[in-house]
């Protein structure tokens, strides 16, 4: 199982009342990092990912969650997040919450097993409605009562806000997960496009985006914002060189610091499960 972890010199388990613990869940991937928030300091992350065409279940899930030593503690506060390909918008003021399997099927069918969830996003004023693996959300709101998981657009939104309201044209974020990825387009601050995509392989990724770009008419001469699982100098980043002018990682950005250990670390890879502690529930 591909395994990462950094945690610094004052790392306390005996502290983590002091702590917040965000956590991203998914048949693909579970991440968690510690904030102290005395000191507005990330001090730990770890990430189980699963092999390579293989998920986790919801019994794994719950034997990684039980066997690690930091993850059954009490904390200050628990942030988590379940991407799904999976989801639509719809404006608040036209919101009812008794339609919101309506409003899902809509776009989508529901898969046997999941389970329909609800989002509020502050801007642009909407609701994002999102299925995932009911066995998985159950097993989370068992270790951590009384927790309401967000989508991972809803935390990409609540990151973009200043770096798109300041923005004169188009703002342009991709977010990459294991299967598909999230595609955003503001215009001077006006949400344009909001999609996901499954992909096999870079190129499906390369084509999906720039014939929306066409589409939409987007320039060469424009900036695209990558996060989640791309790297500098990767065949995806190296593929949008080719058609995109400008390039960027966005990085976490809050009232929070990171300790040295991480500053060798991308990042971007980990924008939602660092950028939650910003975002309102």
Known sequence: ??????FDETLDINSTENYELSIQVSPDELSFCLLDSIRNKFVLIRSFGAEENKYFNADKIAEIIRNDDFLTKHYKKVNCIMPSQKFT????????PGKKTEYFTFNHNPEEGSIILADKIKDPDVFLIFSVSKAISEIITGFYP?????????IILDQTWAPRKSTNGN???LHVERDFFDLIVFNNNVLKFCNSFKYRNISDIL???LNTFKNLEIKQEETIYLSGLTERYDDLSSGFSMYIRNIKFSEPTGNFTFSYVFNDTELHRFLNLFTIVNCES
Do not use: R
């Open 1 to 6: 199982m591909p395994f990462l972890e950094l």
């Open 89 to 96: 918008l719809v404006p608040a003021p036209l919101y009812d």
């Open 146 to 154: 009384g927790i309401s998981p967000h989508h991972n657009i809803k």
């Open 171 to 173: 703002y342009l974020h």
């Open 207 to 209: 084509y999906f985006t």
